[in-house]
Nanobody, 127 residues
Framework: QVQLVESGGGLVQAGGSLRLSCAASGRTFSTYAMGWFRQAPGKEREVVATITYGGASTDYADSVKGRFTISRDNPKNTVYLQMNSLKPEDTALYYC????????????????????WGQGTQVTVSS
């Protein structure tokens, strides 16, 4: 079992930056791929970025490539999402998620690939 708690969301002007954090409980954090997803009002949840359980590989949605960076610190049981050059279209509720099965990873990632979810943190980008 993995429990996830996100933090770091807020209101920022276009062009600004935010760093999201996701703290995980459980001793098996380092065996799960992790991902960040987002959901804007009236839209489906979409993947933003994913990272392998060891942190060696990452993948990004085209819409955030070059602006967002996902990373993880396994000894601290934490995954991060550094968001730079934010745009109003990045406004959404951002969720942290852990893979459904240990030691697995795939891209493109689907929400159904992830079995553990945080409660979400709101990111609002003003124009």
């Amino acid at each position: 079992q993995v429990q996830l708690v996100e933090s770091g969301g807020g209101l920022v002007q276009a062009g600004g930056s935010l760093r999201l954090s996701c703290a995980a409980s459980g001793r098996t954090f380092s065996t799960y791929a992790m991902g960040w997803f987002r959901q804007a009002p009236g839209k489906e949840r979409e993947v933003v970025a994913t990272i392998t359980y060891g942190g060696a590989s990452t993948d990004y949605a085209d819409s955030v490539k070059g602006r967002f960076t996902i990373s993880r610190d396994n000894p601290k049981n934490t995954v991060y999402l550094q968001m730079n050059s934010l745009k109003p279209e990045d406004t959404a509720l951002y969720y942290c998620a852990a893979g459904r099965v240990q030691y697995t990873y795939s891209w493109p990632a689907r929400a159904t690939d992830f079995g553990y979810w945080g409660q979400g943190t709101q990111v609002t980008v003003s124009s």
